[in-house]
């Protein structure tokens, strides 16, 4: 699974999966233009009108009301990834029985935003989905620009579907809305159905076996670490190559947040970091962020010709034990479940930035996967989608989507029950055991502002084309950073 982007979050705010992890530490001590069915035949001798027969409250449901004669049928492009499909074939099914006037015409893909490009070169609103999930090359900001999105925003105060007057607003997790993925100028396109954490997972069993140190809590601790590793002939750490910004879930924006709380400067770097502030590249903590994966790079501590690696081959050395540690989140275990021996013990850690042992660690997290709604659709057709993004917040499919999705649920009351917290798979809940022994905090690195000239999205290339070798220690990324630092303050200025 690719990671996902655009993540938001308040450093007062605590994290969606802290909350869960203490919770369960204490619970272990077609195009849906189909027209409407014939209204109901009258009882001889009776009027054939609709009061006649039934009251108007008869025709709709009651927890939305929206009409039970009418029937509807979504077209659904669902991106078949990591997370697989059992999670979303269960959540249609009980949908379905509880709306039987509501259908769903699936198209599962890995490849599903190539189909959704192909689709909308196509301009063909009747055959595009109603809803549909995953990464859209080019991203949704020309989507949303030109207003093929609906926004979601107002499912936050809708009541969940089985818990009688509490909102999604009042059971999400802390953290959840701030860290939703699908966010343009502050609004939401796609509420999310899972959360997600990140960071170093590995082998527990390699690193017994070895007498490494699965905890290291300093940055020198951690340099160590990975000499030991590669002492033995191990890579210490790998990432994909071809998605080079899978380096972000265990570095990135998240460890120089770390950095300016180390510094004292947490709020000014905030302020800059989320709202599009200069300096951005240049700053300190990116600055000094990526001079430490620079050096890492010099000593040999990832891949040679990591540049070929996907994810899953990345990924798949750390399971086979050519890699001790892998830059990924908690859905690999379920990513990766046809690989993984019987005997596998996952472990995670998070990388530490201070010479102190008692600093906090921090962590990137998500709330993410959700589906987006065509705007050009009919009004029954939107009505519905929504709907069933909210379904996907009923606690027995967030249950399905820790368990099948090996995902976070973002539901505050999920761990209320041990026996349904007990189905969190063993990656997440290696992260969760790291937590529970170290001070950490969970936030996202999202962005409260957009920039749409074409120079913000070269400054991102330009670093993000080059992190192979400046992890291969051939490039110094100090002129880099002064390129895209160039670059992104013409796309400020060319914003205002």
């Known amino acids: 699974m690719k ?7 308040k450093t007062v705010a605590l994290s969606l999966s802290v909350v869960l992890a203490l919770s369960l530490l204490s619970a272990c001590s077609s195009g849906g233009n189909n027209a409407p069915s014939a209204s109901p ?29 009418e029937n509807v049928t979504l077209k659904f492009g669902f991106f078949e990834g990591g997370m697989g499909r059992e999670y979303i074939d269960y959540a249609m099914d009980t949908f379905k029985k509880k709306f039987p006037n509501v259908n769903f015409e699936v198209t599962y893909s890995p490849k599903i935003g ?11 609103d009747d055959d595009m ?6 990464f859209i090359p080019g991203g949704i900001i020309p989507l949303v620009e030109s207003g093929k999105l609906l926004p979601q925003d107002d499912l936050w105060d809708r009541e969940l579907y089985d818990n009688s007057g509490k909102t999604l607003k009042e059971l999400a997790l802390d953290g959840t809305i701030e860290a939703a993925v699908g966010r343009v100028s502050n609004q939401l396109y796609a509420l999310p159905i899972a959360g997600s954490g990140s960071g170093l997972f590995f082998n527990k069993k390699l690193f017994e076996k070895n007498d490494w140190n699965q905890n290291p809590k300093t940055w020198s601790e951690f340099e160590q670490l990975l000499e030991s590793i590669k002492s033995k002939g191990v890579i210490p750490i790998t990432y994909p190559g071809k998605y ?12 120089m947040f770390e950095l300016a709380d180390l510094n004292g400067n947490l709020q000014t770097f905030e302020d800059n970091f989320r709202n599009y502030k200069l300096p951005q590249y240049l700053a300190p903590e990116s600055v000094e962020m990526w001079k430490r994966i620079y050096e890492l790079g010099k000593k040999g501590y990832f891949p040679e010709g990591v540049a070929a690696l996907s994810h899953t081959q990345s990924q798949m050395q750390m399971i086979q034990g050519q890699a001790a540690m892998v830059s990924t989140g908690v859905y690999v275990e379920n990513e990766m479940k046809d690989s993984i021996p019987d005997d596998f013990v996952w472990g995670f850690m998070s990388v530490p930035m201070s010479e102190n042992p008692d600093s906090t660690r921090w962590i990137r997290s998500t709330a993410a996967s959700g589906h987006y709604i065509w705007a ?10 929504k709907e069933f993004n909210i379904w996907m917040w009923n606690l027995d499919v967030q249950e399905v989507i820790a368990e099948k999705g090996g995902q976070l649920p973002l539901r505050k009351d999920f761990s209320d029950d041990s026996a349904r917290a007990a189905k969190l798979q063993q990656a997440p809940k290696a992260m969760f055991d790291f937590m529970s022994t170290n001070k950490t905090k969970m936030a996202a690195d999202s962005r409260n502002a957009t920039l749409t000239d074409p120079s ?15 992890t291969s220690g051939k490039k110094d990324p100090q002129p880099l950073l002064e390129e895209a630092e160039k670059l992104i303050q013409k796309a400020i200025e060319a914003q205002k």
């Open 41 to 69: 035949k009258a009882s001889p001798g009776t009027s054939s009108s609709p009061s006649a027969t039934t009251s108007a409250d008869d025709l709709v449901y009651p927890e939305n009301g929206l009409p039970k004669n």
């Open 129 to 134: 989905f109603d809803l549909f999930n995953g």
């Open 3 to 9: 990671p996902f982007r655009f993540f938001k979050s």
């Open 244 to 255: 080079t910004d899978y380096m972000d879930l265990s570095f990135g924006p998240i460890k």
């Open 376 to 385: 050009n659709k009919p009004e029954l057709n939107k009505k519905w989608a």
């Open 456 to 470: 913000a999205a070269q400054a991102q290339k330009l670093m993000l084309d080059a992190t192979t070798e400046i």
């Open 114 to 124: 190539e189909i959704i490009n192909a689709k909308i070169s196509a301009g063909n």
